[in-house]
């Protein structure tokens, strides 16, 4: 190769690649790989950050949680010191109590988010401790629910709900007919029995409270009585100070001792009232100043009232101890509404009792009255409190009536007392209530040859509502029959025959939730024999009605034949079924020999 002169060779500029270079063109050429590393990082970091916020955000809550905890633990120990004090007036101890929860509610608003959770376990805790079960109940299903899932709080629940349980299983227990008193134990266990289980399971690995203690409360709530005591037995006597352990103890056996009374053990349920009494008078000699343990003391009282006023009739000795046992609670909390109220209800009971039986009932209905005001001044938002006393003006409209004056003013305040029951507070018996007011204002109404079928439709209505709330409500169910007879005995009965077969279908419902209920056997035979009547008069055959009716009578006298107006029944019946056999010619004599012995 020749080289042109005019050829000019430029010189070449060049340097090694350096490693950013390099870095650079290694990441073009595996964009995607990079990028998916990258994304990668990215999240794991994210990730560690978040963990170490987590981390974070826990350890604050802890701190918050044993912060507020220790300021409850004040307040409790507050409360435990006012209630082994020696008896006295509690109500500027518990007013401190609320101003030192006041204080800790306003701590925990200024704390931000993340005291909300464990300041409501705090606050439920301090109301536990002030004896109010559904506040406390609300503000631990709140720390719960807003994520402080912790062991204790477990356990302050199923305490809240057992509370509430263990209160409301009495009065069910109460209840005299069987499946009434089944269908509400049924609910009552649906609604706070199985919950308090679940969070008292748990509550596994809180130390808070005695292994015995809590198997106690397990064993009691599941209805194994026996077991339930045996673990408190177990337990070692190591706090004497705890007064709840021979209230729990109490409230077992008396809870056992209304099981056997309503399953016809009635000497094992009396020795179980005695050693209820010794519980609660125990745990009363240690909590003097405790308002709850005088109240639990004061019911179990009532309950043997009940038991008696039910069964052989000595009640005087239980209404005096009662109202002996209610003196120190009003003494505690003079604030209390449950004391009065308690009282009301001892004073009502023994006035039903006395007008049944020809005694002196105004003095009782005066304390009575007293005392449902007392309490309505206190707690006027509680329905127990004017239902207890719509029931008052009810027994004195009762009195009134059988002593030949009006009980329009009684029954009218019966029924305006009962507009201050909040709606979603109007169960089952706030309208049985109301339809025994219109009855007995019906049945007054039509004794003085007025038309009461106003007052019978608002009667029937009352109870239909009453019935779609529980259908289980033996009574309600004879009442609904018995209303029904009523309007078709009535002057103006529209239907009467259908009144009759209405009748006798409500009180035959009645019978098949309840056997062995008397009522329920003697209203039904008189629906038939007046039918038999109305056949009669109508130159129809009666003899079919009349022997049912005669059924009923003899089932009646069976169930209970101390009660003379069913013998009188089924005489009468008797007596009518000869007269006819004389006016058809026939040999009374048979009918008359029955007559006579029964």
Not at 61 to 70: C, H, I, K, S, V
Not at 341 to 361: D, I, P
Not at 375 to 401: D, I
Not at 520 to 545: I, M, S, Y
């Amino acid at each position: 190769w020749a080289r042109s002169p005019s050829t000019v060779i430029e010189p070449v500029l060049a340097r090694r690649a350096g490693p950013g270079y390099r870095l650079q063109k290694r990441l073009r050429k595996h964009r995607l790989l990079v990028g998916l590393s990258a994304t990668a990082l990215l999240g794991v970091g994210l990730a560690l950050g978040q963990a170490a916020r987590t981390r974070h955000q826990v350890a604050e809550r802890e701190g918050l949680a044993r912060r507020f905890t220790e300021r409850v633990e004040r307040l409790e120990a507050q409360a435990r010191y006012s209630a082994l004090a020696p008896l006295h007036d509690t109500r500027p101890d518990r007013r401190a109590l609320r101003e030192g929860m006041r204080a800790l509610e306003a701590d925990i608003a200024q704390a931000g988010a993340e005291a909300q959770a464990p300041g409501h376990y705090a606050v439920g805790r301090a109301l536990l401790a002030l004896g109010d079960a559904a506040g406390a109940r609300t503000r631990l299903e709140a720390a719960w629910n807003g994520g402080y899932p912790q062991p204790r709080v477990a356990q302050a629940l199923s305490l809240a709900l057992g509370q509430l349980y263990q209160e409301q299983l009495l009065e069910a227990e109460w209840v005299r007919e069987p499946a009434q008193r089944e269908a509400r134990r049924r609910e009552l266990e649906q609604r706070l029995r199985d919950p308090a289980l679940a969070w008292l399971r748990r509550a596994q690995g809180d130390d808070s409270a005695s292994s015995h203690d809590v198997a106690a409360r397990l064993a009691f709530y599941e209805g194994d009585f026996t077991r339930a005591l045996s673990e408190l037995d177990a337990r070692s006597d190591t706090t004497p100070w705890l007064h709840e352990v021979p209230l729990l103890r109490g409230d077992i056996l008396q809870a056992r001792a209304w099981r056997r009374l309503n399953t016809g053990d009635r000497p094992g349920a009396v020795a179980d009232l005695d050693a209820a009494r010794e519980a609660f008078t125990r745990a009363a000699a240690i909590g003097e100043s405790a308002p709850d343990v005088h109240h639990a003391l004061g019911r179990l009282h009532l309950g043997a009232l009940l038991a008696e006023v039910y069964g052989p009739g000595e009640v005087q000795p239980s209404y005096e101890r009662g109202l002996a046992a209610l003196e120190p609670g009003f003494t505690a909390d003079p604030d209390d509404f449950r004391f009065p109220l308690l009282r009301a209800r001892f004073q009502r009971w023994m006035a039903e009792y006395r007008l049944t039986r020809g005694g002196e009932v105004p003095p009782l209905l005066e304390r009575a009255f007293a005392d449902a005001r007392a309490a309505q001044a206190l707690a006027p938002e509680r329905p127990k409190v004017q239902l207890e006393l719509a029931r008052l003006f009810r027994l004195s409209a009762r009195h009134r009536q059988e002593h030949g004056e009006d009980p329009t003013a009684s029954l009218k305040e019966a029924l305006q007392t009962l507009e201050h029951v909040a709606a979603p507070e109007r169960d089952a018996l706030f309208h049985t209530e109301r339809g025994s007011l219109f009855k007995i204002q019906a049945d007054f109404e039509a004794q003085h040859g007025r038309d009461a079928r106003a007052l019978l439709d608002q009667a029937l209505d009352a109870y239909q509502t009453a019935l779609a709330r529980d259908d289980s409500l033996v009574s309600v169910w004879i009442n609904f029959g018995a209303l029904y007879f009523t309007r078709a005995k009535s002057p103006q009965a529209l239907d009467a025959e259908g009144d009759l077969t209405r009748a006798l279908q409500a009180l035959e419902h009645a019978r098949g939730l309840d056997a062995g209920n008397w009522v329920a056997c003697f209203q039904g035979a008189q629906v038939h024999e007046w039918r038999a009547r109305r056949l009669h008069n109508r130159g129809q055959d009666a003899e079919a009605e009349l022997e049912r009716a005669l059924v009923l009578y003899r089932q009646g006298a069976a169930i209970n034949g101390r009660l003379p107006q069913v013998h009188n029944g089924l005489g009468g019946a008797l007596l009518w079924r000869a007269e006819r056999t004389w006016d058809s010619g026939g040999d009374p004599t048979p009918a008359l020999d029955q007559a006579q012995a029964d």
